[in-house]
C-alpha cells in the first residue's frame, strides 16, 4: 500500500501525558497537513506543511502540540500534558503540487485519554 | 470566517430511489468545492470537486453560487453507496493553493434493499 500511513493507530494515554503520532505521506507528495476530528464532526484543520515548511498554523494548535516534518517526508505531532479534550481522531493528509485539490488521507490515529 | 453546512446528519433511502445530500456554504467569493467520502473501514477519499464538472459513481454536485449550495446527487442509490459524505470548502483567497479545507459535519447515507 503506497497511500499515507499513519502510526500508531490507537493510543489510549493518561491525562498529563505526551503522546507522539507518526505521518508517512506518498512519497512524492510536498505537501502534508494534520486534522482533527472529533465525534459528530468533520476533519478540522491542524496545520500544513509544504517540504519542511510549516507554513500554517490553526488557532487550534495550542502551545501544547507541535507538529514538524524535518527533512520534508514524514511529519510528527505531538502533544504534550494530554488533555481529556485532545481525545480525537487526528488525520494526515498530503497532496503533490498539482491544483485539483485533492487531498490523500491516511487511515488516522485514534486518541483516548483517561 | 467561511463555514460549510450539511443540515442532514442521517440520510436514509432505498434502493433505486433518488438521494440528494445537501451542503450550503458561506464564503463572500468565489470558493472551491469538494465532496469528500468515507466508507466503512477506509479512508477518507475525494468523491468530487465542482471545477471538474464530472460524474463519479453516478453522482453529480452542481454550484449555485446564488443559493450558496453545493448539493450531491444521485438518480439512482445503490447500497453500496452506504457512507459518510463530507463537503468540503477551499477558499482561493486565503493563501494561493494550500487547500486548507473547511469540512462540513458530514452526512451518513444509508441505502437500503
Known amino acids: 500500500d503506497t497511500g499515507v500511513s499513519q502510526d500508531p493507530r490507537h493510543k489510549i494515554t493518561k491525562r498529563g501525558q505526551n503522546v507522539t503520532f507518526r505521518c508517512d505521506p506518498i512519497?512524492?507528495?510536498?505537501?502534508l497537513y494534520w486534522y482533527r476530528q472529533t465525534l459528530g464532526q468533520g476533519p478540522e484543520f491542524l496545520t500544513y506543511?509544504?517540504?519542511?515548511?510549516?507554513?500554517?498554523k490553526s488557532r487550534l494548535l495550542s502551545d501544547r502540540f507541535s507538529a514538524e516534518r524535518p527533512k520534508g517526508s514524514f511529519s510528527t505531532l505531538e502533544i504534550q500534558r494530554t488533555e481529556q479534550g485532545d481525545s480525537a481522531m487526528y488525520l494526515c493528509?498530503?497532496?503533490?503540487?498539482?491544483?485539483?485539490?485533492?487531498?490523500?488521507f491516511g487511515e488516522g490515529s485514534r486518541l483516548t485519554v483517561l | 470566517a467561511q463555514r460549510v453546512t450539511q443540515p442532514e446528519k442521517l440520510l436514509s433511502v432505498f434502493k433505486g430511489a433518488p438521494v440528494e445530500l445537501k451542503c450550503n456554504y458561506s464564503?463572500?467569493?468565489?470558493?472551491?468545492l469538494f465532496w469528500y467520502v468515507q466508507y466503512s473501514r477506509q479512508r477518507l477519499q475525494l468523491l468530487l470537486r465542482?471545477?471538474s464538472r464530472e460524474s463519479i459513481k453516478g453522482f453529480t454536485a452542481d454550484l449555485n453560487k446564488g443559493e450558496t449550495s453545493f448539493h450531491l446527487k444521485k438518480p439512482f442509490a445503490q447500497e453500496e453507496d452506504s457512507a459518510m459524505y463530507y463537503c468540503?470548502?477551499?477558499?482561493?483567497?486565503?493563501?494561493?493553493?494550500?487547500?486548507?479545507?473547511?469540512f462540513g459535519k458530514g452526512t451518513l447515507l444509508t441505502v437500503n434493499p
Open positions: 512519497s512524492e507528495h510536498n505537501r
Open positions: 506543511f509544504q517540504n519542511e515548511a510549516q507554513l500554517e
Open positions: 465542482h471545477i
Open positions: 493528509a498530503s497532496r503533490g503540487g498539482d491544483n485539483t485539490g485533492e487531498l490523500f
Open positions: 464564503y463572500s467569493g468565489s470558493p472551491e
Open positions: 468540503a470548502l477551499h477558499p482561493p483567497n486565503s493563501g494561493g493553493s494550500n487547500y486548507k479545507l473547511t
